[in-house]
């Protein structure tokens, strides 16, 4: 079964995109069949593989409400050596259409099912919001990746989101699990990260992964490059964090699986 991972927080920029596309790219590079869909119409994660997202025919919109096979709309990104089902801010529409559209929230997972067994891995990066779109990705996955920012307010939200995910297990996904949550953009001078780090351990043990992400100019550079930080500067320290991130993610699912 491949393991399908919602990227979730309805917090906006908490390292989300950063996240999924670095890991994905990790993964990728460790010999692993990724797919990476960007469901934000921000379209951060196409951009971020290096797909220019106002040139792109055919987004996750299509895949959604028109349902265009997936094998029709994935482009390969050769900078981060995944597939890719690119966004841009066409997929806002799709928010309404989905909650007009019966069964919407079924709509991802229906999509995906066809062509989920061609990957190991599946990446959504989701939009910073608990919307139609956060849905079908909870209802389309079987883990759910939470990147969180340590810094104050960090888990102000968090239980709202942890609360969404009891819902979707209860009714229409009861594979769902929470993979782990990440600390991103953490600054090791801080304080207030530190406590904020130390109050994720003590509240959500050995779900929190034991990789940090530190703050790292070259990880803000990356995207304007088009490359994931590992492929733009493999020596930085953004770049370093994230492989091993990737790393305990792999371990810790074969853990699971054996
Ligand atoms: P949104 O909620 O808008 O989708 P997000 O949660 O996906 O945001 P990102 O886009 O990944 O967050 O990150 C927000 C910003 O912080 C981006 O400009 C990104 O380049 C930058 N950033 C992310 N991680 C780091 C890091 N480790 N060091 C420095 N900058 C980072
Ligand atoms: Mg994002």
């Known amino acids: 079964m491949s393991m399908i991972s919602a990227v979730a927080n309805q917090k906006g920029g908490v390292g989300k995109t950063t996240t999924t596309v670095n890991v994905a790219t990790a993964i990728a590079e460790s010999g692993s069949r990724v797919l990476l869909i960007d469901l934000d119409p921000q379209g951060n994660a196409t951009t971020g593989v290096g797909i220019d997202k106002n040139q792109v025919e055919l987004t996750s919109y299509d895949l959604l409400m028109e349902r265009v096979p997936l094998t029709q709309l994935r482009l390969h990104?050769?900078?981060?050596?995944?597939?890719?089902?690119?966004?841009?801010?066409?997929?806002?529409?799709?928010?309404?259409?989905?909650?007009?559209?019966?069964?919407?929230?079924?709509?991802?997972?229906q999509m995906l099912e066809p062509v989920a067994g061609e990957y190991d891995y599946i990446f959504i990066d989701c939009p910073p919001s608990l919307n139609m779109l956060t849905l079908n990705a909870l209802v389309a996955a079987n883990r759910v990746l939470v990147p969180l920012q340590t810094?104050?307010?960090?888990?102000?939200?968090?239980?709202?989101?942890?609360?969404?995910?009891?819902?979707?297990?209860?009714?229409?996904?009861?594979?769902?699990?929470?993979?782990?949550?990440?600390?991103?953009?953490?600054?090791?001078?801080?304080?207030?990260?530190?406590?904020?780090?130390?109050?994720?351990?003590?509240?959500?043990?050995?779900?929190?992964?034991?990789?940090?992400?530190?703050?790292?100019?070259?990880?803000?550079?990356?995207?304007?490059?088009?490359?994931?930080?590992?492929?733009?500067?493999?020596?930085?320290?953004?770049?370093?964090?994230?492989?091993?991130?990737?790393?305990?993610?792999?371990?810790?699912?074969?853990?699971?699986?054996?």
Not at 183 to 190: A, G, P, S, W, Y
Not at 192 to 215: K, M, N, W
């Open 77 to 109: 990104s050769s900078g981060a050596g995944v597939d890719l089902v690119p966004s841009n801010s066409d997929l806002t529409a799709a928010e309404v259409g989905l909650m007009n559209a019966q069964s919407g929230e079924l709509r991802l997972k």
């Open 151 to 258: 810094e104050y307010y960090a888990l102000e939200g968090l239980s709202s989101l942890i609360e969404t995910v009891e819902q979707v297990r209860n009714s229409r996904n009861p594979g769902l699990e929470i993979d782990g949550i990440v600390r991103t953009m953490h600054d090791h001078r801080n304080r207030l990260g530190a406590e904020v780090s130390a109050q994720l351990l003590s509240h959500f043990g050995d779900s929190v992964y034991r990789t940090v992400i530190p703050r790292n100019v070259r990880v803000a550079e990356a995207p304007s490059h088009g490359l994931p930080v590992i492929a733009y500067d493999r020596h930085s320290r953004g770049a370093a964090a994230y492989a091993v991130l990737a790393e305990e993610m792999l371990k810790r699912h074969r853990e699971q699986t054996t």
